[in-house]
């Protein structure tokens, strides 16, 4: 299972991104998908995550202003940011675990990243 992240970029603080990550493949079926962040010097850390069914979770420093959300029909998994900090800054990843075949083997892949910059 490939995915493909996009919509990373250049803000000001204060303003808003919405990415988007799409996953490719054949005869898969996702569990979960996850927004990590990786900053310069740091390690990588979960920002966001969203079961099949729609439950969310999300890392205390962006409660309230990022929204994560999903297309099941498309596989593709959506991280609307608002109000964005310099301190958002840094590359994000998507990641999806799952089945594939579907119920049969496990898979846990990586996008490429995309780059958010947030200046101040």
């Known amino acids: 299972v490939q995915l493909m992240e996009s919509g990373g970029g250049l803000v000001q603080a204060g303003g808003s991104l919405r990415l988007s990550c799409a996953a490719s493949?054949?005869?898969?079926?996702?569990?979960?998908m996850e927004w990590y962040r990786q900053a310069p010097g740091k390690q990588r850390e979960l920002v966001a995550a969203?079961?099949?069914?729609?439950?969310?979770d999300y890392a205390d420093s962006v409660k309230g202003r990022f929204t994560i959300s999903r297309d099941n029909a498309k596989n593709t998994v959506y991280l609307q940011m608002n109000s964005l900090k310099p301190e958002d800054t840094g590359v994000y990843y998507c990641?999806?675990?799952?089945?594939?075949?579907?119920?049969?083997?496990?898979?846990?892949?990586w996008g490429q990243g995309t780059q958010v910059t947030v200046s101040s």
């Open positions: 990641n999806a675990r799952g089945t594939q075949p579907v119920g049969v083997w496990t898979f846990d892949s």
């Open positions: 969203i079961t099949y069914g729609g439950n969310t």
């Open positions: 493949g054949s005869g898969f079926s996702i569990n979960i």
